[in-house]
Nanobody, 122 residues
Framework: QVQLVESGGGLAQPGESLKLSCAASGRIFSIGAMGWYRQAPGKERELVATITRGGSTNYADSVKGRFTISRDNAKNTLSLQMNSLKPEDTAAYYC????????????????WGKGTLVTVSS
């Protein structure tokens, strides 16, 4: 019913920037909080940043000051601007959204994208 598709991953050198995007589509009634999570090889998935529908943001300490999350409510899109990338930022990045669908407008569910890989290496 709802699809989240990430894009923008790739290879970057330390200190460079990348921008991730996530597009939500389907039978969407409304989208609440959205966020980016990441999972490095051999590690658990962790929160990177979240943003409410009203624009309030929250960041993991490891990315504060380097990453910026933003969203376009009209377009149902989410972005993550990643600056000053470090090798430890290497991970698969996943988009998450809390969505109410047209079929059940008063019931929300978590949806996840399939991920986009970010590799930071010299």
């Amino acid at each position: 019913q709802v699809q989240l598709v990430e894009s923008g991953g790739g290879l970057a050198q330390p200190g460079e920037s990348l921008k991730l995007s996530c597009a939500a589509s389907g039978r969407i009634f409304s989208i609440g909080a959205m966020g980016w999570y990441r999972q490095a090889p051999g590690k658990e998935r962790e929160l990177v940043a979240t943003i409410t529908r009203g624009g309030s943001t929250n960041y993991a300490d490891s990315v504060k000051g380097r990453f910026t999350i933003s969203r376009d409510n009209a377009k149902n899109t989410l972005s993550l601007q990643m600056n000053s990338l470090k090798p430890e930022d290497t991970a698969a990045y996943y988009c998450n959204a809390v969505v109410a669908t047209i079929d059940r407008p008063y019931y929300t569910m978590d949806y996840w994208g399939k991920g986009t890989l970010v590799t930071v290496s010299s």
